[in-house]
């Protein structure tokens, strides 16, 4: 596990020079990353959304395409298209910008659910089917996915079926004092995210992500994972609760999460550490509940306290 410690701090280290701290969300797209996972980022503008995932991108050394949502994109324009060769004589396949390993959908509810759900395909299966033929995407495969509050005009609500296949969903929030003064400082001259070059290639995220699969999790844990998912289901401020995706999800990501922190076996405080980052973008709130402005994220640090932990003494 010392390997994929040191190369997950090298990459963190490495977009931590252009985000200026947020090591918790850096870590975070770090651990879907290494659990073969798709992240959406979101919050306000302005707060380093797009330049996190670019970050990204550049320090692993894979092909990147970034795909700008806007309300007049059409599925086509993600997925590719058809056309007729006229000096051949046959249909040519010309695919998208989602035939790239690293694909980043700029705030990705700008652009209408028809659009959205072009990359569902993509993200669950690795691949694109058009005009019934399928096209096999490069490995590895991740999309980061960035938008804004829905509160905010011009945008649309990501379908349900398109948020449960994001792994994890990360926040930014404003920097503090100290930090934002550091970002005025680090561009005057130059932006940090020029200087950014590659620590990692695509041979080592294949074999990190194989590695990430052989740490070791108790049935214990399994458990304390699965009582977590199915308490959302019963919570009566819920309307939706969270699918066996996102069991998977957590499971796979607290693998993720000890293989950073140099351990070959999950704890229970792993769970509880990514639990809020998995759960709370897949679940809906009754609209009960929603016209007292609760959040989902409360809920889930709700449920958390109350499920009991495995190994834990009663009090």
Known sequence: M???ESTANRVIDNVSTVIVGKQNAIELVVIALLSSGHVLIEDVPGVGKTTLAKSIARSLGLTFNRIQFTPDLLPSDVTGVTIFNQQ????????????????????VNRATPKTQSALLEAMEENQTTVDGKTHAL???FLVFATQNPIEYEGTFPLPEAQLDRFLLRVNLGYPDREH???ILGDRQREQPIDTVQPVIDANDIRSIQNAVQD??????VYGYIVDIVRATRK????????????SLGLFRST??????RGRGYVVPDDVKHLAESVIAHRIIVSPAARIRNIETRNIVFEILDSVPVPGASAT
């Open 2 to 4: 010392q390997h994929i």
């Open 88 to 107: 051949t004589s046959e249909f040519e396949f010309r695919h998208g910008p989602v035939m790239s390993q690293i694909v980043l959908a700029d705030e």
């Open 138 to 140: 490069p490995e590895p």
């Open 180 to 182: 934002e003064l550091k």
């Open 215 to 220: 740490v070791y999790v108790d049935e214990l």
């Open 235 to 246: 919570h009566p401020d819920i309307y939706l609760g969270a699918s066996p995706r996102a």
């Open 255 to 260: 693998q993720a999460l000890a293989a950073i």
